[in-house]
């Protein structure tokens, strides 16, 4: 799939007739300039959307293949009666043949033929199968039964279409974007989605067939005139609003230019899209006894101006985007509703007050209230499992958050860049994991009370606190990377005697410029000259980023140095690695150790990780380095980052101006002795 996708300089991809190939995935030569494209005899499989924007100027077919063939240009499946794709440079009017059934996604999308004739024997036409191309008119035979999403989309001078008589439905975005000038709805339509028609500026007016009921969101463009037969079951009330007879749906507002809107008593129904982007209304105001229960998507999306008069309590239902950037709504009670969708609230920056406590709500799914400045306080929902992606994200002001125990789940960056100044889990038994940036940038978070079940503090989970005492809950296992980064408060770290610490990842405590010291009552773990090792001191895991030891021996039963161990370690002058111990130096273990100025690297070390020695600027000339394999050397110097100056010998770094001397002077007996 996408091999070859966005190679906007190939032009050639020769596969021979005989390949081994038997399957073939979509976008394989995407916006690549390949002109011819020859599918192998033994190709059993070929996706939808294989040919979607490129240059092809044609299709060739192995005569060998048994279920693709070549006819009039459009690669066939013969087995399953499809037109899978057609090259978009090729010229010239288009017939497809008797006996195609149905087209692929994407299978004309983006052609430059004229015209085009559609098989009496066709019953569907797939999405985005003629989107942009360059027709002025079609006929659709009446042997099609099914239109999928987008099929002409994007079709600028497409002026006419004939519709099949027996169809019901046309979908979402169908004629979207195109210079249609009428349109003759078949008697059978019972329902139009929403964009089908919008952006078709020549479309002024239109005649709805009777048997029309659903009419889902913005489906014309404002201003175009609509008729209604008398038993419709719409109507266009005095505000340009599409209802339905009984007053219980508004299915879309065509008007385009009053300041306010009364939504009827009787309404129970906002569908999609319906008010989306209407800058120009300022108030939408609502009874007293208002019977609406359900907002669907991107109702009232972007109506930066507008406020809301009256909100109803009992919404029961609203959907993604719902009020996404209403930047004058300030309140909302939703003690009835069931359920809420992604990014429903997000950028709301005025929502002060959120009351759902008392509410059945047991998700609150992925940027519901993202970027909700004037948040200060929430009590989640009694019954509230899920909390989403970036769900509460960049809510700046918000402080305090009160958590139930029903929640076992926040999602990646849920409460990122918040006021937190405190959070407890305690009451979360069923949670596990604390995820990735999850409190991250809460710059006055001091105190967390973990889970009792907490097993993972995730990638930078409480990056950029103020958390300054870290008791680790004896239920983790591990502490990933940058956990606790840039936490300019933590000075102290408890590690308790029944701990289950396996990892401490890289950078877990990276910046953390205050820990001086790290206790642990563990039997799984010694501390020695402050830096923490597993029992048997095969492994160093952690050294205090502020410790004041400056001259650092590893003890000679060590072998591996753990990722990120020595990160961020500023006061460290100088390393000793004794002789056949050590094999293994991890990812970024010296990272930001900016102060090294010694290190030897004996015979034993095999591996040394990524960016070990990153940004160790302080390395000079004269570190040991036994190995002087070049190929080595050159990986320490390119992958591991090591200063290439400090793997020169001093002595050629004599000048003759003797007060340039560059020699390290750097005692080597000041080690402090390891047990």
Not at 277 to 303: H, Q
Not at 361 to 383: E, R
Not at 417 to 435: A, E, F, P, R
Request: charged share 15%; proline share 4%.
């Amino acid at each position: 799939m996408s091999c070859f996708a966005f190679c906007s300089s190939l032009e050639l991809v020769d596969i021979p007739l005989d390949s081994e190939i038997t399957e073939i995935g979509k976008w394989v030569i995407r916006m690549s300039k390949v002109k011819s494209f020859t599918i192998p005899s033994k190709v059993t499989s070929i996706m939808a959307e294989i040919f979607e924007y490129c240059y092809l100027e044609e299709i060739l077919v192995s005569r060998d293949n048994k279920i693709f063939t070549i006819t009039n240009g459009i690669l066939i499946n013969n087995e399953t009666k499809t037109a899978v794709a057609y090259p978009s440079r090729k010229t010239g009017d288009l017939v497809i043949p008797e006996g195609i059934t149905r087209f692929a996604s994407s299978a004309f999308v983006w052609s430059i033929f004229p015209s085009v004739t559609l098989p009496s024997t066709l019953t569907s036409i797939a999405s985005y199968s003629m989107t942009q191309i360059q027709i002025t008119e079609i006929d659709i035979p009446d042997s099609v039964t099914i239109i999928y999403n987008n099929a002409f989309a994007g079709c600028k001078k497409l002026t006419r279409v004939k519709l099949p008589k027996g169809l019901n439905l046309l979908p979402e975005m169908c004629f979207w974007d195109t210079n249609l000038s009428s349109i003759e709805l078949p008697d059978t339509l019972t329902r139009i989605d929403k964009g089908c028609f919008m952006k078709c500026p020549n479309l002024k007016e239109v005649t709805l067939p009777e048997n029309l009921t659903q009419l889902n969101g913005q489906v014309f463009d404002p201003g175009t005139k609509l008729y209604f037969s008398g038993n419709s079951n719409f109507y266009i009330n005095d505000e340009y609003i599409i209802m339905t007879r009984d007053n219980s749906t508004i299915s879309q507002h065509i008007g385009t230019s009053q300041t306010t809107i009364n939504i009827h008593k009787d309404v129970t129904l906002i569908k999609k899209s319906v008010f989306s982007g209407k800058n120009f209304i300022t108030r939408m105001v609502f009874p007293s006894d208002s019977k609406l229960e359900t907002i669907l998507e991107s109702a009232f999306t972007d109506c930066t101006k507008m406020e809301f008069v009256n909100l109803p309590i009992y919404i029961k239902s609203i959907g993604n985007f719902a009020f996404q950037n209403c930047q004058k709504l300030q309140s909302i009670v939703l003690n009835s509703c069931r359920s809420i969708g992604d990014s429903s609230f997000s950028n709301c920056i005025a929502l002060s007050s959120v009351n759902f406590e008392q509410s059945d709500i047991i998700s609150i799914p992925d940027n519901c209230f993202y970027g909700c400045t004037s948040l200060t306080t929430i009590k989640l929902p009694l019954k509230l499992k899920y909390i989403g992606i970036s769900s509460f994200s960049r809510c700046s002001n918000l402080n305090i958050v009160t958590f139930h125990d029903s929640l076992t789940t926040i999602g990646n960056n849920g409460f990122q860049g918040c006021s937190l100044l405190s959070v407890d889990l305690s009451s979360c038994s069923g949670m596990t994991n604390i995820s990735d940036f999850c409190f991250s940038d809460n710059t006055n978070l001091e105190s967390i009370n973990f889970p009792a079940r907490i097993t993972l503090l995730g990638v930078s989970s409480f990056s950029n606190t103020a958390i300054s005492t870290l008791d680790v809950p004896s239920s983790v296992y591990q502490i990933s990377s940058n956990a606790f980064y840039s936490c300019q408060s933590l000075s102290t770290i408890n590690i308790p005697a029944d701990s289950s610490l396996e990892f401490i990842k890289s950078g877990a405590f990276r910046d953390c410029f205050r820990i001086a010291s790290i206790n642990c009552e563990s039997t799984r773990y010694r501390i020695v000259t402050e830096a923490l090792f597993d029992r048997q001191q095969t492994s160093l895991i952690l050294f205090p980023p502020v410790s004041q030891v400056k001259f650092f021996s590893l003890p000679g039963s060590t072998v591996t140095i753990s990722e990120g161990a020595f990160m961020s370690c500023v006061n460290l002058v100088s390393i000793f690695i004794p002789s056949n111990s050590v094999a293994n130096i991890s990812k970024s273990t010296f990272d930001g150790c900016i102060n090294l100025k010694m290190i030897n690297i004996p015979a034993s070390v095999i591996d040394v990780g990524e960016d070990a020695f990153k940004g160790c600027n302080q390395l000079s000339c004269g570190c040991l380095i036994e190995n002087k394999n070049k190929t080595y050397i050159d990986s320490l110097i390119t992958f591991s980052k090591l200063p290439q100056l400090s793997t020169k010998p001093c002595s050629n770094m004599i000048t003759k101006d003797c007060y340039r001397f560059n020699v390290n002077s750097l005692p080597i007996t000041p080690f402090i002795a390891m047990i």
